[in-house]
């Protein structure tokens, strides 16, 4: 299984606001994009120095599975809203080992 990681640090204007906006258009993606197993997005409530705004957390089969996401036309749509409201990002995809298989 691949795991894709995103944090978010959005602008201060209407960041409440968009942070709601993303949130849902991001979870709308799943019934969206067939190669999107699972996703879940999360605001943070500690509002600390150290952290984003925004997790997102999203699974697939196969690395081709997510490749085909990063450029499905529903996703990009989603890229250019968070880009327009978002400070920066930070990603981490990785291969997530079935530990059962032992």
Excluded at 34 to 48: A, C, M, Y
Excluded at 92 to 100: A, F, T
Aim: aromatic content about 8%; charged content about 30%.
């Amino acid at each position: 299984m691949i795991v894709h990681i995103v944090l978010f640090r959005f602008k201060d204007e209407n960041k409440d606001e968009n942070l709601k906006e993303v949130t849902v258009k991001l979870n709308a993606l799943v019934k969206l994009i067939p190669e999107l197993n699972f996703i879940e997005v999360g605001i943070d409530f500690s509002r600390s120095q150290r952290a984003f705004d925004l997790s997102l957390y999203s699974t697939f089969n196969t690395k081709k599975d997510l490749k085909a996401y990063a450029i499905h036309h529903e996703h990009l749509k989603v890229v250019e809203l968070i880009k327009a409201v978002t400070l920066e990002s930070k990603v981490v995809d990785y291969i997530k080992e079935d530990l059962n298989r032992c």
